[in-house]
């Protein structure tokens, strides 16, 4: 009878040795699992998926700071892209100017304010005088905020009997907005504008 007690006793204790070491286990594979999952969901939000001309492309996302450079460039670019490329036609030149400040602060209005009271965009018409901009680089600044930055570019005039080229030199500081909208993409505005070369080359 003691055996058959003793037989029962050491079965016990081989059930509860069994069921703590399965009950380790699922646990062991549970935080596994868990594991597993928290970096598939992290390596799924670094894909983007773009559908382009009936493509589907993959596109990774990356931290905004290893970009920031690039995006700083792009939206000073732009700006200076609309102020700048303009045709003689005033709808047109009111068009674009609206979309440049958008991307600047009240200093670039005060550049438009004084550029129309000279009139110099009434001569652009008259005159039927295009004018576009090219970049030739742009300087910038991102120890310290706000970025201030310096833009080289090349100013062309275009008229029906000659071209005239300028050098235009500008700066300014870019202020990060934590906003993205349609018609500021960047997030970024820039402040404290100025002209500070706008000279004939010598051609």
């Known amino acids: 009878m003691f055996t058959q007690f003793k037989n029962i006793d050491t079965a016990f204790r081989h059930i509860r040795l069994f069921s703590i070491m399965l009950i380790i286990a699922n646990v062991l594979i549970g935080y596994y699992y868990v594991y597993k999952s928290y970096q598939f969901v992290n390596a799924a939000q670094g894909r983007i998926y773009v559908l382009y001309n009936g493509k589907v492309l993959q ?36 068009a ?41 680089s742009t300087v910038l600044d991102i120890d310290s905020y706000p970025f201030s930055f310096v833009c080289y570019a090349s100013q062309k005039l275009t008229r029906s009997t000659s071209t005239a080229t300028k050098r235009l030199v500008t700066k300014g500081q870019i202020r990060d907005l934590k906003k993205q909208t349609d018609d500021n993409p960047h997030g970024f505005l820039i402040q404290n504008w100025e002209i500070i070369e706008n000279q004939n080359l010598v051609q």
């Open 59 to 94: 596109a990774m996302a990356t931290d905004r700071k290893s970009n920031l450079p690039v995006e700083l460039r792009d939206h000073i670019s732009t700006f200076h892209q609309y102020f700048f490329n303009l045709i003689p036609d005033d709808k047109a030149i009111q």
């Open 96 to 136: 674009s100017i609206s979309k440049a400040l958008y991307l600047a602060d009240q200093s670039a209005k005060r550049q438009y304010d004084n550029l129309k009271e000279s009139g110099y965009y009434n001569n652009l018409i008259s005159a039927n005088i295009s004018e576009e901009i090219e970049i030739d």
